[in-house]
Each structure stands twice: as structure tokens, then as C-alpha cells.
């Protein structure tokens, strides 16, 4: 059972593009990460999000967090090439939890 | 700041024979994560240590996966006999114990990973 759903699983488009991926569960979550992780490489940590409804900007990206705490979005505006890698939310169950659940990953590319 | 050291990078066994993996966290980060990464998914967790006691291997393959983290600094995990369906990315991650920082939501800093490849 997979308790975080990212969708889409792919997705490919062009240079200065918009997109959304999202991060979706049943359950709820009381912190969710961002991760960004390319060929070769271990995951590297974008953004926490912490409180229900909160949004984080991080340059071009934009992260949400779902009201109830079980979703969230990162939103890309003017996608660069650099953008490219597959990303990956992952959730703690409790305040102070060290232990975290990931998602399946969206693996995006663009194209210049 | 040196991130989390992995090796080997990269290994090629077949099965039924052993490998084992090496992990050297940030320096003063008492949690330490094994993680699998199988091709088109997400890490999953295989073993969390803290500083050198276990404190989740739920998900671990017992029978034939094992980890140590003797000192409290670097691991090793080991696979013995290997299957075909072990061939993933080995990634190792560490962080901060709760309480020694006032952010309570604790990054996890993750090596490079190790691609294992059973034939």
C-alpha cells in the first residue's frame, strides 16, 4: 500500500512551461518534505511544510501544503532544463518523527 | 561540511553470492538511515539506527539482509544470499537526533547511493 501518491509519474515539456505535480494520501501528515534527486545522486532536500494551508516559495517553485494535511503541490513556473530530476514528497506521521514514508516520485523533464 | 560518504558506487554480483555496503554520516549526526531504491520508486526504509542501537528495522528482510553501526558512527549493511530482486540503489542517510535542534522536523541528508545489480 502506498501512502503517498504523486502524480503524474512522468511528465516531459517544454522550456518555460508550467506544471504541477502533486503529492496525495489518506492519511495525515504532521510535516511533508520535498526532495529533488538526480541521476547518480541521493535526494536533496527543497522545502518542509509544516502547517495546514501553508505555502513556501523557493525561487521559481511553489510549495502547498493541503488544509487538512494530507496533500500538498509543488508548482513550477518557467520550467529551466536545470529543473529536470525526479522529485519526491515524503511524509512523517508525528511531530518529531525521524522516520519518513516517500512517495513513488514524479520524474520530470525538460526539454530546451 | 562533508556530506554522507558511500561505497562501493557501483556493484555488479550474481545471485546467491554476499555484498556489503559501507556508510559514513555527517560527522556528528546520530541517526542513520538505510534506504532501497528500486528502479521507477521511491526509497523505502530498511533500518534507522540511533547512534549505535536499532530503532526501526521492521521493513528489513531479516533472512538475508543485516546492518551494523557498531560505534555509533559508520555502517554497513550486508546481503547474504543476494536475489535478483534485490538489484536497486542502496542510499544511506543521516540526521540530527530530536532534541538537538528546535526545528522539529529533521532534514535527512542522503549519499549518493550505491547501485547494486544482481545477475
Known amino acids: 500500500t502506498q501512502l503517498l501518491e504523486q502524480s503524474p509519474q512522468f511528465l516531459s515539456i517544454q522550456e518555460g512551461e508550467n506544471l504541477t505535480v502533486y503529492c496525495n494520501s489518506s492519511?495525515?501528515?504532521?510535516?511533508l518534505q520535498w526532495y529533488r534527486q538526480e541521476p547518480g545522486e541521493g535526494p536533496v532536500l527543497l522545502v518542509t511544510v509544516v502547517t495546514g494551508g501553508e505555502v513556501k516559495k523557493l525561487k521559481r517553485l511553489t510549495f502547498q501544503f493541503g488544509d487538512a494535511r494530507k496533500d500538498s503541490s509543488l508548482h513550477i513556473t518557467a520550467a529551466q532544463p536545470g529543473d529536470t530530476g525526479l522529485y519526491l514528497c515524503?511524509?512523517?506521521?508525528?511531530?518529531?518523527?525521524?522516520?519518513?514514508?516517500f512517495g513513488q516520485g514524479t520524474r520530470l523533464t525538460i526539454n530546451p | 561540511e562533508a556530506g554522507v560518504a558511500q561505497s562501493p558506487r557501483y556493484k555488479i554480483i550474481e545471485k546467491r553470492q554476499s555484498v556489503a555496503f559501507w556508510c559514513n554520516p555527517i560527522s556528528g549526526h546520530a541517526t542513520l538511515y538505510w534506504y532501497q531504491q528500486i528502479l521507477g520508486q521511491g526509497p523505502k526504509l530498511l533500518i534507522q539506527?540511533?547512534?549505535?542501537?536499532?530503532?526501526?528495522d521492521s521493513q528489513l528482510p531479516k533472512d538475508r539482509f543485516s546492518a551494523e553501526r557498531l560505534k555509533g558512527v559508520d555502517s554497513t549493511l550486508k546481503i547474504q544470499p543476494a536475489k535478483l530482486e534485490d538489484s536497486a540503489v542502496y542510499l544511506c542517510?543521516?540526521?540530527?537526533?530530536?532534541?538537538?535542534?528546535?526545528?522539529?522536523?529533521?532534514?535527512?541528508?542522503f549519499g549518493p547511493g550505491t547501485r547494486l545489480t544482481v545477475t
Open positions: 492519511s495525515v501528515f504532521s510535516s
Open positions: 539506527f540511533q547512534n549505535n542501537g536499532v530503532v526501526d
Open positions: 515524503a511524509g512523517a506521521r508525528s511531530e518529531g518523527a525521524q522516520k519518513l514514508v
Open positions: 542517510a543521516s540526521s540530527i537526533l530530536p532534541g538537538q535542534g528546535h526545528f522539529p522536523h529533521y532534514e535527512q541528508y
